[in-house]
Every structure is written in structure tokens, then in C-alpha cells.
């Protein structure tokens, strides 16, 4: 029965608590697929075994290679209205991250479902270390969270010669802790064994049959505690036994009687004698999946760049619709918030330049500024992940901002300054991986389009923070200035009472050790480093333009703080509007190329702004700077999203960290390099720039862990 991707996963839920136990049966292609659906079951499972004999392989982890194991269970799932659950082997390397990536590939292309095993493929040790198959399992179960994704997790002792009952269990009771819905091991011995495992287990129980040796009904099944029951590649044997038949009687005695037995074509397409469904076999299924498919094994950097998608996107997610009811709130929520911190960029300098500072000592209070708001960014995300009401926390932000500000406008000293304005950078950077990660969560496959929407709302207060401030500042002073900017800040907060409710609370639980060691190993492998180094280049970039422009304009061309305002303003706006567009492009075509067009136009623009004869030419050339770097922000966050593989805030607190606490740096070494000709700032950035674009393009390279195939991964675009 057709309906939404949620309403087809609580149908598929549903089945594993029915008070008898149903049949899950393993088609090996499509066309296998439309005969079990049309057959009356409801659901379906890939098989392994039945794939490889269908393309003349052994089924071992040498054998079969990922990506046609992901495009088998993808050609299943487009076949079908049922829900697909497939075998995903080892999640296709060592490595909990492996997993994680594997159920992201996985729930990406349609499945509603998949089984991570615990075997390594090793005949010499061919089980994973307990400690490791769980982390592997909570890896996998942390991508499937929150998303229509049944996470089965298999011990697998009984199938490589450990026929251990105590430990089977063992790790079946700590997978179930580590998050998979679904409880499998293969092999077991009897009935006896099988009602053990039932029962001391707290989550369904698949068990397969058609195996050689001792074979149980569904009604003995049953009443043995299973809830699900899969049949391997048992299918595939029968269909190949058949054909051998056939084929020997041909050699043997020249005869045809094996006709008699076989099926006639209409049965072949929708699999009984009586039509029970028609059947189009170029139709698209009434689902649409996004056909993207995500590469991402660790240590692979090309990963975090999705490939080109070959068809047309499709109009709703295969996670939660878009919730506008969300997206704009947080926008009017992050102009409110960011109003102040944006004002900084002519507060600052108005206030340098009142106290007779120099380009270094202004750039200083620029970096200070952002390294308070590096300090919040990690522990913000971790808590958005962590607690129950993710709405209080925001709330709270809006008064820590106001309150920061508001102290530094009455001051003079200049550390008392850079102290006060580096706590309220702190309170505006909170609200970024919470505001973010809650976003990111809810709209999980057009992540970078959220952010983008997110985003407009911090780039809408650049423009009227920066008109503002330039008034103010022109009648009046920076201390007016800075009092008027926290005012919206200060009305969002109550505004934001009623909006917390709407936002969907999770399951609070303390941040566990292995949450952090995965992060750990996420955030500290060569791939990470890319990473790293991608968004410091990018973020240095934008820090040196934005915060030179403004003195660059007023000391070198003689512009009011007005007019230096304005021209800020409308540099910036561009950027903002193109953002939610580039979002949204990235979502479809990968990071990748927006990352390299963006920062390879802002390393031409600051170039030319470098050398430009002219106001008229300045303004050009660093508006092209500002715009191509303000558009693709939404794109670099992505791409920590991409990276994290789950944990939005925290990820996207790290992001911050690197963006804003070692971005920061470009600000005070722009100012050092300006020191005798500001010019050299923009030459400076546009160096920058051209280093990210270069950490966007470099060259392709072998995943190390080969997919444990001892095979090349299929890289994006390949």
C-alpha cells in the first residue's frame, strides 16, 4: 500500500511485534523482487549469496566488492513498494566509522533497513573483538537515529566455527544496549538454542531458514520467541536447482519435459497464475529515493564530496518533510542573535580608531572576539546533542548576548573591552551548533539547504546591523551604537519561549566515553586534517577581507562610516541570498565544485582587489570576494555534517571551532601584514582562498581500508 516513507517504516516496525512471526523473504534482483511482492509478502531482504550466484561469485568478503552490493540492494528498492531491508555485510571495513557510512549510503538510496555482522573475514580471527563489534554497532545505529532505518545487528560465531551459545548472546545483549532494533545470528543449532536466545534478549530475534540440516515451521518458530524469519540465498539455490535440472536432462536425454514444470511469462512478472497486481517493468517505483550514493569509508576524503546525482532531485526527503514551521523562526532567531556580533565589524574599528590604535591592535580585538566565541562552540553542540529540551538552551543565548554587549559599551579600557565582547561573542556562538545541529537533525537529506535558510538570517543582520551601526556611529558614537544592536536580541528572547515548544525533544542521556573516543578518531585522522585545514584557509580568507575592508575603505579612500557600512552591507547581502541556492545545489550535484568555483573567484577577487587602481575597482573585486565566500558557508558546514556522520551539534560545534577559532587568526595576521600598505591584506587572503580551493581539488587516492575487499573504492564521479 503506497504512502509516506514514515508510514511504510512504522508498517515495516509493526511486523517485528505481531504476536506470530513473519516471513521475510531474499529476493537477489529486481525482477525476484516483483515476484515475492506480488506473491503477498511484506517485506523483503537482500541476499548476498543469492546476488553472487547471480553474477558468478563466490559470496565472501573477497568476492563482492561494495558498490555492486549497494547498487543490488538500490535495484531491489526501486522495484518495490515494500520495505527493503539489506545485508550489509561488515558495513564494508573495519571501523565503526565504516559502519556509520554504510547505513548513511544505505538509508540514502531507498532501504528502510540493514544488518551489520560482526565478522571480520578472517579465517585466522574471524570474529571482531567484543569491545570493537559493539562500538561497530552503536556506530551504525547512531547514523540510523531518527531516521526510518530498521538497524539488524548479526553475531556470527556459529558461521565461523564458534559455537559459543554464552557469547552469542553475550553480544547480542550488548548490541541491543548499542541501539540495533532487530537481534540475528545465523547458524544457530537447534530449536532449543534458538528459544535461549529469544529469551534472553529484550529485541526481536531473525532467524533464517532453508539452510542445510534441521528445518522448524513458522508456528514452531513462534512459539520459540522469533519474531522474523529470512531465508538467505535458500531461494536462489531452489531457482538454480531447478535450472540445473532442466539444463542436465537437455544433455543427458535430449528431452524437454522440464517445460512442463516451468511458469508461464505473466507469472514470471507478477508471480501468481491469477493477476493479483500489473506490472510495468520500466515504471518507476511510487516512492521516490534520491538516487545520490554517498562513499564515505574512512580515511577517504573525496567522500565528504557526494557525486553527481543523474537524475532530477526529488520534492521531499527520505527523512522528515521540511518543517518550516522551524526553518523560519531560527532564521529570524540567528538575525536577532547575530545583529550585535555583526555590528562588531565597525564597532571595532570605530573604536580602534577612537583610541588612536593601530591596524595590529585592532585585528587583535577582532581575534579575541572570535576566540570567545571558539570556547562555546564545542560545549554548546554537545549539549544540543545531550539534553531533552533543546529549546531552553537557545532561549538563554539571547540574554547572554545582550548582557555582553551592553557591559562593553560602557567601557574605555581596552582589555576590559576585548574581555567583555569575547563573553558575548561566546553567547552569540552557542546558538550557532545548537540552532544548526537541531536544523540539521530534522532535515537530514537536504541538510546544507537548512543551513543555507539558517544562514540568511545571519547575513540579513549583516546588512542592517552594518546600515545601522554606520549611522549610528556617524551621529552619535560606538557606545550608541552597540546599545542599539542588542535590543532584538533581547525582544527574540521572549519570543522564542513559544517557538522552544515546537522544537522535537530527544532522549537526554549523558555524553558516553565512546561517543567521545569516535569523535576523537573522526576529528584526528589524516582525512580530518583536510579537513581541518580546508575550513582554517577558508574562514582566514573571509576574517582578513571582512575585517580590513572597513578600514581599508575609510583610511585609504576617504569613505564615511556610512558609506563604508553600506558598501559592507550590499557585499555581504549578495552572498546571504545566493546561500540557501547553494545549499541547495551542493545537495544535489556534492560540496565539491561550489567549494572549488567559491574559493577560486575569491582568490581572483582579492588578488584584483590587491592590485586595483581604483575605488570603483576595489569595490568590485572585494565584492566578489565577500559574496563568493559568504554564498559557499553554508557548503563548508555541510561538509563537516558529512564528515560527523551523526552528532550534528558537536560536529557542527567543531566546525565553529576551526571557522572561528583558527579562522580568527586571519584577522591579527591581516592587520600584521597590513601594517605597511593594507593592500597586502587582500593579496594575503586571496593566498588563502587559493590554498582551500587547492585542498578542494587535490588529487583522488585509494580509501586505505580497500572496503575490506582488497579493492578500489569506487570514488564520486567514477
Given at each position: 500500500?503506497?504512502?509516506?516513507i514514515?508510514?511504510?517504516?512504522?508498517?515495516?516496525r509493526?511486523?517485528?511485534?505481531?504476536?506470530?512471526?513473519?516471513?521475510?523473504?531474499?529476493?537477489?534482483?529486481?525482477?525476484?523482487?516483483r515476484?515475492?511482492?506480488?506473491?503477498?509478502?511484506?517485506?523483503?531482504?537482500?541476499?548476498?549469496?543469492?546476488?553472487?550466484?547471480?553474477?558468478?561469485?563466490?559470496?565472501?568478503?573477497?568476492?563482492?566488492?561494495?558498490?555492486?552490493?549497494?547498487?543490488n540492494a538500490?535495484?531491489?528498492?526501486?522495484?518495490?513498494?515494500?520495505?527493503?531491508?539489506?545485508?550489509?555485510?561488515?558495513?564494508f571495513?573495519a571501523?565503526?566509522?565504516?559502519?556509520?557510512?554504510?547505513?548513511?549510503?544505505?538509508?540514502?538510496?531507498?532501504?528502510?533497513?540493514?544488518?551489520?555482522?560482526?565478522?571480520?573475514?578472517?579465517?585466522?580471527d574471524?570474529?571482531?573483538?567484543?569491545?570493537?563489534?559493539v562500538?561497530?554497532?552503536g556506530?551504525?545505529?547512531e547514523?540510523?537515529?531518527?531516521?526510518?532505518?530498521?538497524?539488524?545487528?548479526?553475531a556470527?560465531?556459529?558461521?565461523?566455527?564458534?559455537?559459543?551459545?554464552?557469547?552469542t548472546?553475550?553480544?547480542?545483549?550488548?548490541?541491543?544496549?548499542?541501539?540495533a532494533?532487530?537481534?540475528?545470528?545465523?547458524?544457530?543449532?537447534?530449536?532449543?538454542?534458538?528459544?535461549t536466545?529469544?529469551?534472553e534478549?529484550?529485541?526481536p530475534?531473525?532467524?533464517?531458514?532453508?539452510?542445510?540440516?534441521?528445518?522448524?515451521?513458522?508456528d514452531?518458530?513462534?512459539?520459540?520467541?522469533?519474531?522474523?524469519?529470512?531465508?538467505?540465498?535458500?531461494f536462489?539455490?531452489a531457482?538454480?536447482?531447478a535450472?540445473?535440472r532442466?539444463?542436465?536432462e537437455?544433455?543427458?536425454?535430449?528431452?524437454?519435459a522440464?517445460?512442463?514444470?516451468a511458469?508461464?511469462?505473466?507469472?514470471c512478472l507478477?508471480?501468481?497464475?491469477?493477476?493479483?497486481?500489473?506490472?510495468?517493468?520500466?515504471?518507476?517505483?511510487?516512492l521516490?529515493?534520491?538516487?545520490?550514493?554517498?562513499?564515505?569509508?574512512?580515511?577517504?576524503?573525496w567522500?565528504?564530496?557526494p557525486?553527481i546525482?543523474?537524475?532530477?532531485?526529488?520534492?521531499?526527503?527520505?527523512?522528515?518533510?521540511?518543517?518550516?514551521?522551524?526553518?523560519?523562526?531560527?532564521?529570524?532567531?540567528?538575525?536577532?542573535?547575530?545583529?550585535?556580533?555583526?555590528?562588531m565589524?565597525?564597532?571595532?574599528?570605530?573604536?580602534?580608531?577612537?583610541?588612536?590604535?593601530?591596524?595590529?591592535?585592532?585585528?587583535?580585538?577582532?581575534?579575541?572576539?572570535?576566540?570567545?566565541?571558539?570556547?562555546?562552540?564545542?560545549?554548546?553542540?554537545?549539549?544540543?546533542?545531550h539534553?531533552s529540551?533543546?529549546?531552553?538552551?537557545?532561549?538563554?543565548?539571547?540574554?547572554?548576548?545582550?548582557l555582553?554587549?551592553?557591559?562593553?559599551?560602557?567601557v574605555?579600557?581596552?582589555?576590559?573591552?576585548a574581555?567583555?565582547?569575547?563573553?558575548?561573542?561566546?553567547g552569540?556562538?552557542?546558538?550557532?551548533?545548537?540552532a544548526?545541529?537541531?536544523l540539521?537533525?530534522?532535515?537530514?537529506?537536504r541538510?546544507?539547504?537548512?543551513?543555507g535558510?539558517?544562514?540568511?538570517?545571519?547575513h540579513?543582520?549583516?546588512?542592517?546591523?552594518?546600515?545601522?551601526?554606520?549611522?549610528?556611529i556617524?551621529?552619535?558614537?560606538?557606545?550608541?551604537?552597540?546599545?542599539?544592536?542588542v535590543?532584538?536580541?533581547?525582544?527574540?528572547?521572549?519570543?522564542?519561549?513559544?517557538v522552544?515548544?515546537?522544537?522535537?525533544?530527544?532522549?537526554?542521556?549523558?555524553?558516553?566515553?565512546?561517543?567521545?573516543?569516535?569523535?576523537?578518531?573522526?576529528?584526528?585522522?589524516?582525512?580530518?586534517?583536510?579537513?581541518i585545514?580546508?575550513?582554517s584557509?577558508?574562514?582566514?580568507a573571509l576574517f582578513?577581507?571582512?575585517t580590513?575592508?572597513?578600514?581599508?575603505?575609510?583610511s585609504v579612500?576617504?569613505?564615511?562610516?556610512?558609506?563604508?557600512?553600506?558598501?559592507?552591507?550590499?557585499?555581504?547581502?549578495?552572498?546571504?541570498?545566493?546561500?540557501?541556492?547553494?545549499?541547495?545545489?551542493?545537495?544535489?550535484?556534492?560540496?565539491?565544485?561550489?567549494?572549488?568555483?567559491?574559493?577560486?573567484?575569491?582568490?581572483?577577487?582579492?588578488?584584483?582587489?590587491?592590485?586595483?587602481?581604483?575605488?570603483?575597482?576595489?569595490?568590485?573585486?572585494?565584492?566578489?570576494?565577500?559574496?563568493?565566500?559568504?554564498?559557499?558557508r553554508?557548503?563548508v558546514?555541510a561538509?563537516?555534517?558529512?564528515?560527523?556522520?551523526?552528532?550534528?551539534?558537536?560536529?557542527?560545534?567543531?566546525?565553529?571551532?576551526?571557522?572561528?577559532?583558527?579562522?580568527?587568526?586571519?584577522?591579527?595576521?591581516?592587520g600584521?601584514?597590513?601594517?605597511?600598505?593594507?593592500?597586502?591584506?587582500?593579496?594575503?587572503?586571496?593566498?588563502?582562498?587559493?590554498?582551500?580551493?587547492?585542498?578542494?581539488?587535490?588529487?583522488?587516492?585509494?580509501?586505505p581500508?580497500?572496503?575490506?575487499?582488497?579493492?578500489?573504492?569506487?570514488?564520486?564521479?567514477?
Open positions: 500500500m503506497p504512502g509516506s514514515e508510514e511504510k517504516y512504522e508498517r515495516f509493526a511486523l517485528h511485534f505481531k504476536d506470530s512471526a513473519f516471513v521475510i523473504p531474499n529476493p537477489w534482483d529486481a525482477g525476484t523482487a515476484i515475492l511482492s506480488a506473491l503477498g509478502f511484506e517485506a523483503l531482504a537482500t541476499t548476498s549469496a543469492g546476488y553472487a550466484f547471480s553474477v558468478g561469485k563466490r559470496d565472501s568478503f573477497a568476492g563482492l566488492a561494495r558498490g555492486e552490493v549497494m547498487a538500490r535495484a531491489i528498492a526501486e522495484a518495490t513498494e515494500l520495505p527493503v531491508s539489506a545485508n550489509l555485510e561488515d558495513g571495513g571501523s565503526p566509522e565504516d559502519c556509520a557510512c554504510t547505513v548513511d549510503e544505505a538509508f540514502r538510496i531507498g532501504l528502510m533497513g540493514g544488518s551489520i555482522e560482526d565478522a571480520t573475514g578472517n579465517l585466522d574471524p570474529i571482531h573483538e567484543f569491545d570493537l563489534a562500538e561497530r554497532i556506530a551504525a545505529a547514523a540510523a537515529r531518527d531516521r526510518p532505518f530498521l538497524l539488524t545487528a548479526r556470527e560465531n556459529y558461521l565461523w566455527g564458534r559455537p559459543d551459545l554464552d557469547d548472546i553475550k553480544r547480542l545483549q550488548a548490541f541491543s544496549r548499542a541501539g532494533d532487530v537481534l540475528y545470528a545465523p547458524g544457530l543449532p537447534d530449536l532449543e538454542a534458538i528459544r536466545v529469544c529469551r534478549v529484550d529485541k530475534v531473525n532467524v533464517v531458514m532453508g539452510l542445510q540440516g534441521a528445518s522448524y515451521t513458522v514452531a518458530l513462534t512459539e520459540a520467541g522469533v519474531q522474523r524469519i529470512s531465508v538467505g540465498g535458500s536462489a539455490r531457482a538454480l536447482g535450472l540445473i532442466a539444463a542436465e537437455v544433455r543427458d536425454s535430449g528431452t524437454f522440464y517445460a512442463g514444470q511458469i508461464p511469462d505473466r507469472q507478477d508471480g501468481s497464475s491469477e493477476t493479483q497486481r500489473s506490472f510495468v517493468m520500466a515504471s518507476e517505483p511510487t521516490p529515493v534520491p538516487p545520490q550514493k554517498t562513499i564515505c569509508t574512512a580515511g577517504d576524503f567522500a565528504l564530496f557525486p546525482r543523474r537524475t532530477a532531485p526529488v520534492p521531499r526527503t527520505n527523512g522528515e518533510p521540511m518543517k518550516p514551521k522551524l526553518l523560519v523562526p531560527f532564521a529570524l532567531g540567528h538575525f536577532a542573535n547575530d545583529v550585535a556580533p555583526v555590528g565589524y565597525l564597532i571595532i574599528p570605530a573604536f580602534g580608531l577612537a583610541m588612536g590604535l593601530s591596524p595590529v591592535e585592532i585585528g587583535l580585538l577582532f581575534t579575541i572576539h572570535s576566540f570567545g566565541s571558539a570556547m562555546a562552540h564545542l560545549p554548546a553542540g554537545i549539549l544540543i546533542d539534553v529540551n533543546r529549546g531552553l538552551p537557545l532561549i538563554v543565548t539571547f540574554f547572554w548576548v545582550a555582553g554587549y551592553f557591559g562593553a559599551s560602557l574605555s579600557d581596552y582589555w576590559t573591552f574581555l567583555l565582547i569575547a563573553v558575548a561573542g561566546a552569540d556562538a552557542a546558538w550557532h551548533p545548537m544548526t545541529g537541531i540539521a537533525r530534522v532535515h537530514k537529506d541538510k546544507a539547504y537548512a543551513l535558510v539558517h544562514a540568511l538570517g545571519g540579513f543582520s549583516e546588512v542592517v546591523a552594518l546600515v545601522v551601526a554606520g549611522y549610528l556617524s551621529i552619535a558614537d560606538w557606545r550608541v551604537a552597540l546599545q542599539v544592536l535590543l532584538p536580541g533581547l525582544v527574540m528572547e521572549f519570543v522564542f519561549i513559544g522552544a515548544r515546537r522544537v522535537p525533544r530527544i532522549e537526554a542521556v549523558r555524553p558516553r566515553k565512546a561517543d567521545l573516543a569516535r569523535m576523537w578518531r573522526l576529528w584526528t585522522s589524516r582525512m580530518a586534517l583536510r579537513v585545514l580546508l575550513f584557509a577558508y574562514n582566514m582578513a577581507t571582512s580590513m575592508t572597513p578600514v581599508f575603505l575609510k579612500h576617504g569613505l564615511d562610516w556610512q558609506e563604508t557600512a553600506l558598501a559592507m552591507a550590499a557585499m555581504m547581502a549578495l552572498g546571504a541570498l545566493a546561500q540557501p541556492s547553494m545549499g541547495r545545489i551542493s545537495d544535489v550535484i556534492g560540496r565539491r565544485p561550489l567549494l572549488i568555483a567559491g574559493n577560486a573567484l575569491a582568490a581572483v577577487g582579492a588578488i584584483a582587489a590587491w592590485l586595483a587602481p581604483s575605488l570603483m575597482a576595489v569595490l568590485v573585486a572585494l565584492g566578489l570576494v565577500l559574496t563568493t565566500l559568504v554564498a559557499i553554508a557548503v558546514l561538509v563537516a555534517l558529512d564528515h560527523g556522520g551523526g552528532r550534528e551539534g558537536t560536529s557542527l560545534g567543531l566546525a565553529f571551532v576551526f571557522l572561528d577559532g583558527i579562522g580568527a587568526l586571519g584577522a591579527v595576521l591581516a600584521l601584514i597590513g601594517e605597511r600598505d593594507l593592500s597586502l591584506a587582500f593579496l594575503f587572503a586571496g593566498l588563502l582562498s587559493a590554498v582551500a580551493a587547492g585542498l578542494s581539488v587535490l588529487p583522488r587516492r585509494l580509501s581500508d580497500r572496503c575490506a575487499h582488497g579493492e578500489t573504492v569506487a570514488q564520486p564521479g567514477d
